[in-house]
């Protein structure tokens, strides 16, 4: 069963993909990107010309011995990373 | 690596669902350094050819598919118990969210017959406009007869396969795959990574499916956009083309990934579908180049005109070898004709011949002679326009009337060495026959041989605001306001006109909450929206036509390619355009008028073409109604000019033209016709081909002809440098050219200046002679109808409609004329406009030239009326009551009400409307009204035929107070659009007089510059483009004496413009203008709405009315003043305001969506959204 968290976290990226975050103060290193999609916001609701996509990673990710899935999930708009589930 | 290709595009001819044009995408493939693309549009091929030749010019391989809704897909047993896979894919909902299932089909190198064939096919099966194929439908057309594959099918996400695939019914998808490759020999795989959620795992497993299977895979993008940013623009169409508000479920996309990426970023998505696999993405790309490579066209193949030199055209079949039959058909020509010793015919006919055999056109001239014979045949009256009038050859072969040889047209400006493309032959039939004319072609040539040419409707302000503001949210009858405040602009420049025009100004259409509505609209300019069937283009080809168009169905069924005019010229398909002319209706009716009441056979043809009693009429300016010569500045420019012989009335509709206004021909002209100076002649030698118009260059055939005398190139080439004068570029290539030949030829630099000057500024602009030859002879036709026979010309006009002006101003004429008009009469009246004979009592009118005849008022007038219900009241006459002709003409009871209402009983019954309103024990139309409702009541009991009628409800006459003259002509209006009875401006003549209004027939009397009040209904309001490049206002009252025409500079726009689109009936205050002898116009400085001014009056007295009448308008400030909008700048300096042209906005009048709540809601006046004249790029 996941859970529900929807936590502001730090993520750090390359190559386009994120390789590791802090979460509730503790680092995870991301071992595999299992899916990656992209939502477009629905632009027509706010006065906004373009309020950019929310790009979502379902990762498995480890915090010393730990392992679990996460998913994580960037607004292009404010620039800001979330972890919305896990499944740990 | 090998360039990336894309396979599946869709273009912005994917109705409502892509969003960049073939050429940009075309653009943007060969920039990102692409070899190839494919077009892949949905539901057709509208985009291919401009496809191919955006390809062509790129030096890219064009692709050509269909992407097609597929419907019964393979009923794979064992694995889902027979559910069809589509609906199956609806429930599902995924990848498309309950779209149907679609397929891509691509035409192999040698498919594009086969592609064109199954398009054809996929709309036959279906209801018009959604075409569908099913598998089988699909491999009926993918092999050839020797079984090579000719169609290549890509199965991707949304098919059948793919859908079950998302699904996860492995199974399920393994079996359709499999029916799939045992249909159809070229079967491909297709797998899509648009990042949205498990796109790229559908994606991973469609890969391994295909792998397991040995089925190639190829990689598309799904391609719709240009840009990512586009995507917002195709959510707004995904929501319009489903009538649906906006919401993320009802959007294909939910990403921004849908766009013409380049090779790298699809590498990358190859990578991510292959779950990092470089070979296996490597193969992938492979795979889908080879794909490609044997899908490309070639281009010249499919767009014959690409080349050049040796076009292979798709000619008509006629039986037999067509060379010795045209030469056979024109030397009996010749001989009918009389022209058979005439050695310039005979040279002249051997010059034509030569140019159409050397272009192996000799079939299409016999087939088009053909056509005009078999319409002929069926009595319909049939005229040649355009430039084929100056072809002897269609004069000879009866396609034309008009001896070219006579009237100095050339040939070449119709047809010549160094025109690329093919000739164009047009043909005006009556327009009430139009269709019957499409089906005697269809009956004659098979329809396997002729189609329709199509054209595409694209989104305008009007039409983007609708769609964007329903897919908004907004209320309904609110996005109707809003977008009827538009005039007929480009979407794009709605948010320019708001802050241009004085009268959206003020509007409240600038609030802010209809920004976005405003934006997004603008987005939407230029894409096509429909397709409809164009005017008059028929496609004449051979039993091979339906390998060259695909051919769907028109909203009247017929036939109809879909490419339109340009892309059936570039598809080597010859087309004949067959217009249908709402005038020559007009006078066939009226003819039948004549000879129904005079008992008179009038052969308008032979009729003398030198009358001098039509030519004072048309002198006079007396010429609304009639063909070309009927709009306020023609009436002008006739009344100046005086036409006296059918070379005037040529000259006249040459001048009226932006080309020769703008290049300052008219003033000269006149003035050396009225003999006021000297004509001037460059040289000469240019007097000969000048000398028909006083040295004026009017005519394109005499741009040739100075060429072609100054620089001895022959008017082939002469026509070739003209065309090129329509360009700023071109001009100078040509002046590069003509200068030093000239010189060579002998002419002195100052002469070559000169004649040059007048080239220059003549442009691409002027007018083709046997273009205004072919419409000089309906012209005075339609005066001459006129002058002699004005009831029945008016009864042809009121029924065809063919001009600008609505019913009720072609009705005042009418009267003002000396006909009477006859009310609506139940045993009178007929079908349409017909003319009765009188006594010729009150009426007085203009030289009386229509005295002694009436015209009767139609059933057909009478609003809400049907077809079937005239059939029977016509058919039921005569009628001895009301319960009568309830009883046996069955009107609905509106109508039945409605025909009271204007009087169509008051004959029979003795009815009278006027004071005194109370008149007991006397029947009156309020009774009788009520009386419908009594006899609706009772037919509605079932009681009808068993009681007589009498006994269903007593109405007492005398019970209900009779009509007022001014109800009655209220009613009138709002019932049948015109005043019939009286007209309407009479009403307020007291409060007229006692302001002091000149009207239209003292109009002549005033010294010029006089400052005086008219007042009129409105007839027309036009805003042309004129010299200086305002927008100007040209509005024509009618004050029941004759027209008043007013011009409202910007200088007074701002407080007046809201006020002339906005109300009907107008007092105005202007300064006197005398244009010329007979001509006056007025240059308005204020209007004021005369119903405004009657209630100020009734209220607070004429003192008040005066107070207003005499205020001066407030400067409007700097930045509010008049029109913005930066006018479009032509070459030679030519500046048009870009409102121009443009028809008025309707229902803007004080502050928000207000409508005058007294203005009839009827068409009354016109407004154009016409043309004055062929656009200055055109020909």
């Known amino acids: 069963m996941s859970r529900l968290y929807g936590d502001p976290i730090e993520v750090w990226i390359r190559d386009g993909q994120p390789v590791q975050f802090v979460w509730r103060d503790r680092l995870y290193a991301i071992r595999e990107v299992q899916d990656h999609w992209v939502v477009a916001r629905e632009w027509w609701k706010t006065s906004d010309s373009d309020p950019g996509e929310r790009r979502f990673w379902r990762v498995v990710a480890a915090t010393g011995r730990e392992s679990g899935t996460y998913e994580l999930r960037f607004d292009t708009a404010g620039g800001d990373w979330l972890l919305l589930r896990a499944w740990d | 690596m090998a360039p990336f290709i894309h396979l599946h595009t869709a273009s912005a001819y994917s109705l409502r669902y892509g969003t960049a044009f073939p050429d940009a995408l075309a653009g943007r493939a060969a920039e990102h350094g692409m070899d190839m693309l494919a077009l892949t549009d949905r539901d057709g091929l509208y985009g291919a050819i401009k496809h191919v030749q955006a390809c062509h010019d790129r030096g890219i391989a064009p692709i050509v598919g269909v992407d097609l809704v597929l419907r019964d897909g393979h009923a794979v047993h064992g694995v889902d118990s027979g559910v069809h896979g589509a609906e199956r894919g ?17 035409a192999r190198s040698d498919g594009w017959a086969a592609l064109c064939r199954l398009v054809t096919a996929a709309h036959q099966v279906g209801e018009r406009g959604e075409p569908y194929v099913t598998p089988e439908l699909v491999a009926e057309h993918a092999v050839s007869t020797g079984g090579g594959p000719r169609l290549t099918v890509l199965l991707g996400p949304r098919s059948d396969v793919g859908r079950a695939v998302a699904e996860r019914r492995d199974d399920r998808a393994r079996a359709l795959l499999d029916a799939w490759r045992s249909a159809v020999p070229d079967v491909v795989v297709e797998v899509t990574d648009l990042y949205g959620y498990r796109d790229a795992n559908t994606a991973t497993r469609m890969l391994g499916l295909a792998r397991s299977m040995g089925v190639p895979a190829v990689l598309t993008n799904e391609v719709r956009h240009l840009h990512a940013a586009d995507h917002q623009v195709g959510d707004v169409l995904d929501a ?16 921004a990934h849908a766009y013409l990426k380049d090779g790298r970023e699809m590498a990358r998505v190859a990578v991510r579908i292959c779950g990092g696999d470089l070979d296996l993405a490597e193969r992938l790309l492979a795979q889908t180049r080879r794909v490609a490579e044997r899908c490309a066209l070639d281009p010249v193949e499919i767009v014959p005109l690409l080349d050049a030199e040796d076009p292979r055209l798709h000619l008509p079949e006629i039986g037999e070898d067509p060379v010795p039959l045209l030469r056979s058909r024109c030397e009996d020509g010749l001989n009918r004709r009389g022209l058979d010793r005439t050695a310039d015919a005979r040279h002249r006919l051997a010059a034509e011949l030569a140019i159409i055999e050397k272009k192996r056109l000799s079939g299409y001239f016999i087939t088009v002679a053909d056509i005009t014979e078999l319409i002929r045949s069926m009595g319909v009256r049939c005229a040649i326009r355009g430039s084929g009038a100056g072809s002897l050859v269609n004069y000879l072969i009866g396609i034309g009337d008009v001896n070219p040889l006579e009237h100095g047209l050339l040939m070449e400006r119709f047809l010549s060495e160094g025109r690329r493309g093919l000739p164009d032959i047009d043909i005006d039939v009556e327009s009430a026959r139009r269709l019957d004319c499409y089906r005697a072609i269809l009956g004659r040539y098979g329809e396997a041989g002729v189609a329709c040419v199509s054209m595409m409707e694209t989104y305008r302000a009007r039409s983007a605001i609708r769609d964007v503001g329903a897919v908004m949210g907004l209320p309904p009858h609110e996005i109707d306001v809003i977008a009827k405040a538009f005039p007929h602009v480009r979407a794009r420049q709605i948010r320019a006109a708001l802050s241009d025009l004085p009268e959206l100004r003020d509007s409240g259409l600038n609030d802010r909450s209809l920004q976005t509505v405003f934006r997004l609209a603008e987005r939407l300019d230029g894409l096509p929206r429909h397709i409809a069937l164009h005017p008059c283009g028929v496609l004449i080809g051979n039993s091979s036509l339906r390998d060259h168009t695909p051919v769907e169905r028109s909203m009247l069924d017929f036939p109809m390619s879909q490419f339109d005019k340009d892309d059936v010229e570039a598809a080597g398909l010859l087309k004949l355009d067959v217009l249908g002319v709402r005038m020559q209706s007009a006078m066939a009716c009226s003819l039948r008028e004549i000879e129904r009441v005079d008992g008179r056979k009038i052969d308008l043809d032979a009729v003398p073409r030198d009358d001098r009693d039509t030519y004072d009429l048309i ?59 000297e004509p001037d002649y460059p040289h000469e030698r240019l007097r000969e081909p000048l000398r028909e118009t006083h040295g004026v260059v009017v005519f394109h055939e005499q741009v040739l002809r100075v060429i072609d005398v100054m620089t001895g190139c022959g008017l082939s080439e002469a026509e070739k440098a003209r065309r ?40 691409g602009f002027g007018f083709c002679k046997a273009h205004a030859a072919a419409f000089a002879l309906p012209t005075y036709q339609s005066a001459w109808l006129k002058r002699h026979h004005a009831a029945a010309f008016f009864a042809g006009v009121l029924t065809h409609e063919p001009g600008m002006y609505p019913g009720r101003v072609i009705l005042d004429e009418a009267r003002q004329c000396g006909v009477d008009i006859l009310p609506l009469d139940v045993n009178h009246s007929g079908g349409t406009w017909q003319v009765e004979r009188t006594t010729g009592t009150g009426a007085r009118g203009h030289a009386g030239i229509g005295r002694g005849y009436g015209l009767r008022v139609p059933f057909s007038a009478v609003k809400g009326v049907s ?53 007991p024990g006397e029947l009156t139309r309020r009774d009788l009204i009520a009386q419908v409702g009594a006899l609706d009541r009772a037919s509605g009991a079932g009681t009808a035929g068993q009681l007589p009628m009498g006994f269903a409800e007593r109405v007492a006459p005398g019970e209900l107070p009779e009509m007022s003259e001014a109800e009655a002509v209220e009613a009138e209006l709002e019932i049948l659009g015109m005043d019939v009875s009286r007209h309407v401006i009479t009403f307020h003549d007291e409060l007229l007089d006692a302001i002091g209004v000149t009207r239209s027939r003292d109009l002549l009397r005033l010294r010029n510059g006089a400052e005086i009040l008219v007042a009129g209904a409105k007839v027309a309001t036009q805003t042309p483009a004129v010299r200086s490049g305002q927008r100007v206002i040209f509005t024509t009252l009618d004050d029941s004496t004759g027209p008043i025409d007013l011009t409202f500079f910007e200088s007074v726009q701002a407080h007046t413009a809201a006020t002339v689109f906005g109300s009907w009936l107008l007092v105005a205050r202007g300064v006197v203008r005398r244009t010329g002898g007979r001509a006056v116009s007025l240059r308005a400085l204020h209007c004021w709405n005369l119903l405004d001014l009657d209630r100020l009056w009734r209220d607070h007295g004429i003192d008040a009315v005066r107070a207003v009448l005499s205020e001066t308008p407030a400067p409007p400030d700097a930045a509010g003043a008049g029109v913005g909008g930066r006018p479009i700048e032509y070459g030679n300096g030519y500046r048009l305001s870009p409102y121009s042209d443009i028809g008025p906005a309707s229902g803007v009048r004080e502050g928000p969506f207000l409508r005058h709540p007294e203005e009839p809601q009827r068409r009354l006046w016109h407004a154009s959204s016409g043309s004055s004249g062929p656009a200055p790029s055109a020909r």
């Open chain 2, 619 to 677: 002198g006079v300016g007396r010429t609304l109604g009639c063909f070309q010569i009927e709009s306020p500045g023609q009436r002008e420019l006739v009344a100046k000019l005086e036409p006296r012989t059918m070379h005037d009335l040529i000259v006249d509709i040459s001048l009226f033209r932006p080309g020769p206004v703008n290049s300052d021909m008219v003033t000269p002209y006149l003035e050396a016709r009225h003999g006021f100076r």
């Open chain 2, 724 to 763: 090129a004068l329509g360009t700023p570029e071109g001009r100078e290539a040509v002046r590069a050219w003509f200068v030093p030949l000239a010189r060579e030829n002998g002419f002195a630099s100052d002469v070559v200046e000169r004649a040059w000057r007048v080239l220059d500024a003549f442009g």
């Open chain 2, 240 to 255: 319009a083309r489903r009538l649906v508000p906006l919401h993320p479920r009802h959007v294909e996309h939910p990403t």
């Open chain 2, 867 to 919: 077809d079937a219900e005239v059939g029977r009241m016509v058919a039921g006459r005569p009628y001895t009551s009301l319960a009568d002709f309830w009883e046996r003409a069955r009107p609905s009871r509106p109508v039945a009400e409605r025909i009271v209402a204007v009087g169509g009983l008051d004959a029979l019954h003795g009815l009278r409307p006027g004071e005194p309103r109370w008149r």
């Open chain 2, 90 to 106: 609806k429930r599902a909902g995924s990848a498309g969210h309950g779209e149907p299932p679609r397929v891509v089909v691509l």
